[in-house]
């Protein structure tokens, strides 16, 4: 079945930076487009930063310039490396992906999450 992990999370003073990473399994990893959410406690799931298949990237505005999202198809794995993290970037940040081509099941799939601090 297609599972998505997520890891790197943690707590980091403002300024300073992170690297999420999402190992995925059980689709066709490079035939897909990929992406980063985030959800804060009492605010909707929003869509940070994505990419498709072909190295495309999408980011949310107020991410723009400091984040960036990457992958790296030998090791089904997509990063996000934040830079110059503020107090608002705190969230439970998750892998998403919509299964539509290549092999595996096709649906809409979301990792566990991991948690991102930034402390003022």
């Known amino acids: 079945q297609v599972q998505l992990v997520e890891s790197g999370g943690g707590l980091v003073q403002a300024g300073g930076s992170l690297r999420l990473s999402c190992a995925a399994s059980?689709?066709?990893?490079?035939?897909?487009?990929i992406g980063w959410y985030r959800q804060a406690p009492g605010k909707q799931r929003e869509l940070v930063a994505a990419m498709n298949s072909g190295g495309s990237t999408n980011y949310a505005d107020s991410v723009k310039g400091r984040f960036t999202i990457s992958r790296d198809n030998a090791k089904n794995t997509v990063y996000l490396q934040m830079n110059s993290l503020k107090p608002e970037d705190t969230a439970v940040y998750y892998c998403?992906?919509?299964?539509?081509?290549?092999?595996?099941?096709?649906?809409?799939?979301w990792g566990q999450g991991t948690q991102v601090t930034v402390s003022s």
């Open positions: 998403h992906v919509n299964v539509v081509r290549g092999w595996g099941p096709k649906g809409d799939y």
């Open positions: 059980g689709y066709s990893f490079s035939n897909n487009a």
